[in-house]
Nanobody
Framework: QVQLVESGGGLVQAGASLRLSCAASGLTFTSYAMGWFRQAPGKEREFVAAISVGGGNIGYADSVKGRFTISRDNAKNTVYLQMNSLKPEDTAVYYC????????????????????WGQGTQVTVSS
């Protein structure tokens, strides 16, 4: 069965960095586009970043552009989210998600487009 396991969250001060990891199993990782989403208390889940099957095409939410970087290591079945210059408004539970990529260059920003989800990792940024 498919499992996505996030790690790397924590409590940091504003301006700090964190790197989230999402290890995938039970699927052919090289056939799946990956995404990161987040949900803050009392708010709806929102798109953060996504990466295509091959890793050559990437998309970001405007709120994280220039600060966050998504990447993937297909040899390790892992997708990463490097988060720099963290702000208190980045506080949320971060989820990774996977869906079969229809085309090698496609990335997906809609949560409804994803088939599998991890359980999330908490990121808290203090001011």
């Amino acid at each position: 069965q498919v499992q996505l396991v996030e790690s790397g969250g924590g409590l940091v001060q504003a301006g700090a960095s964190l790197r989230l990891s999402c290890a995938a199993s039970g699927l052919t990782f090289t056939s799946y586009a990956m995404g990161w989403f987040r949900q803050a208390p009392g708010k709806e889940r929102e798109f953060v970043a996504a990466i295509s099957v091959g890793g050559g095409n990437i998309g970001y939410a405007d709120s994280v552009k220039g600060r966050f970087t998504i990447s993937r290591d297909n040899a390790k079945n892992t997708v990463y989210l490097q988060m720099n210059s963290l702000k208190p408004e980045d506080t949320a539970v971060y989820y990774c998600a996977a869906r079969r990529g229809l085309r090698s260059f496609s990335w997906y920003a809609g949560g409804y487009e994803y088939d599998y989800w991890g359980q999330g990792t908490q990121v808290t940024v203090s001011s």
